[in-house]
């Protein structure tokens, strides 16, 4: 404000409540906070200025700010008022690109570069447009004890987190990304706040409904206005004052609300009035999340669909532990995956729901994956997929992933079968991090390897640094032998599919899924046009023949190829995956 700082916040019950102004670790002045409707209370420091630091008092205690919008000693510490007008965008001529058009690449700030920060994600920019994404997808930044995690244990869900630089640093990486053609989506949390730092109880109990539950304790009390407001207005904040074009939203199963307008609804409606996009999380697999709102839905704009990942996991590995045990990883759950977009439906989660409810979803509103942070992350050495099978199956799943009709997300250095692994860190104080590092553990009690508990003492401790600093990217592997060849695939595979007109026509009725001798599926794409696109896929090889034969069509593309460190058209013997193309004749 031009006449000082505003503050204002929400404290039900309370008598007096003032805003401590704290600069220099004493306090400069108090400003008392005049109590407003509905446990408001608000009150102007004309003295005040972009700089400053503060906490609120009230019940004989000062609080940090639970809506702070930065924290540079940490989630205990002040708050610093910001002025956004303070940086000059340069993206006036940004437009984000269709969902349609998107390939995400979802990273991890603190372990994208060997920096960690905002700024230094800016310098590696450039790899990614070369890559042919277009999208970069960033695991949530809102503020989090400690120097280093996943940040799913954010508790300040308005301030980037100080150990990736400054408000304004953040505000930098997406101009960046806009001026390079690449969008940028926030990973956000709205089910839970992580264990250490959450002061919203201290503020009122009636954040919380003790009638809804979740695997965090209490659900936020969304049916509350003053409490839907906190979290609606977030994505608003962040899409306003960060020019962040999208939203994937966590775990949204765990998002419980009675209102007559489902939160969801209510976060997606206020996204899109201000041009952005809402993805979600969310393990039912209901089409009822991505139904627009005059059909009776909530009007999300594309949801993770983890059963590709999942099919695709259990066919190359024979994985059938946790939540696998749902996957045979057969031909046909294969072929259903591709066909419908989901392979288990709805709330109940069966095969027996009608792919009918697919089939009017559009595939961009389907995020496939062979990779992301959970899926590697929660394995107990965090290995990848290419670490778990052969050079030829990644390959050949690597491909399948980047010509799908739907929607492709890669994580952070698979396309380059990076060394590093991505494990679970954190940096709690002493206490509590002592119970992540036991929980951790004990959830692996209940697989085969890791009964015996000398094998669950191996697995990595997140709260030692080490195990942060080995989840870092390797960059210099980029030029290397079978680094270079997995990017040169991963590169050459998003070119067709951004060029190649057939792929470009991703409608439902341009193309079709079918296996056309035991084990080889293909998806044909063209169905509607003279142009054909055929994608032959074989994603166990080991038998005996030869692939169909197709002297019409002309080889655009096999995954065994020298150039992508293959031994050229092993046939059926190994994993292989074709991309082949024609034009019909009159």
Known sequence: ??????????????????????????????????????????????????????????????????????????VHGPARVSDPRDYVWQDREWSCPAMSELVFYELHLGTFTPEGTFRGAIGRLDHLVRLGVSAIEIMPVADFPGARNWGYDGVSLYAPARVYGTPN?????????????????????????GPDGNYLGAYSREYFNPEHKTPWGDAFNFELKPVREFFAENPAYWRSEFHIDGFRLDATHAILDSSEKHFLAEIADRVHSLGGFVTVEDERHEPLLLL??????????????????????VMLTG???????????????????????????????????????????????FIFCIGNHDQIGNQAFGERLHQKVTPAAFRAASALLCLVPYTPLIFMGDEW???????????????????????????????????????????????????????KLRWKELGE?????????????????????????????????????????????????????KIVIDLVGGREGSLPNDSEWELLLSTNEKRFGGDEFAALIQPEVRVLWKVERD
């Open 1 to 74: 404000m031009a006449d000082g700082v505003h503050y204002r916040t929400w404290v039900p019950g309370k008598t007096e409540v003032a805003a401590i102004i704290c600069n220099k670790n004493e306090i400069a002045r108090t400003i008392p906070l005049m109590h407003e409707a509905d446990g408001y209370f608000s009150g102007i420091d004309q003295r005040g200025r972009a700089g400053d630091l503060y906490k609120y008092r009230f019940a004989d205690n000062d609080w940090p700010d639970p809506a702070s919008r930065f924290n540079p000693d940490g």
């Open 169 to 193: 640093d953040f505000r930098g990486l997406v101009d960046a990304a806009h001026a390079r053609g690449l969008a940028v989506v926030l990973d956000v949390v709205y089910n839970h706040l």
């Open 292 to 313: 627009p709102s005059a059909r009776g839905g909530y009007g999300l704009d594309a949801a993770w669909a983890d059963d590709f990942h999942h099919v695709v996991r």
């Open 319 to 365: 994985a059938r532990e946790g939540y696998y045990r749902s996957y045979k990883g057969t031909v046909g759950e294969l072929i259903a995956t591709l066909r419908d977009g989901w392979l288990l439906h709805g709330k109940a989660r069966t095969r027996e729901s009608s792919p009918n409810e697919c089939a009017e979803l559009a595939p961009e509103t």
């Open 417 to 471: 079968a990076t060394s590093a692994p991505f494990q679970f860190f954190t940096d709690h104080e002493a206490e509590l991090g002592r119970k992540i590092t036991e929980g951790r553990r004990a959830e692996f009690g209940g697989f085969a390897l890791f009964r015996d508990p000398a094998m669950r003492e191996r697995i990595p401790d997140p709260q030692a640094a080490e195990t942060f600093q080995r989840s």
């Open 481 to 533: 032998g079978v680094h270079a060849a997995t990017l040169r695939l991963y590169t050459e595979l998003l070119r067709l599919r951004r060029t190649i007109t057939a792929l470009q026509d991703r409608r439902r009725s341009n193309w079709k899924v079918e296996e056309t001798t035991p084990g080889i599926v293909e998806i044909v794409f063209g169905l509607t046009s003279k142009e054909k696109c």
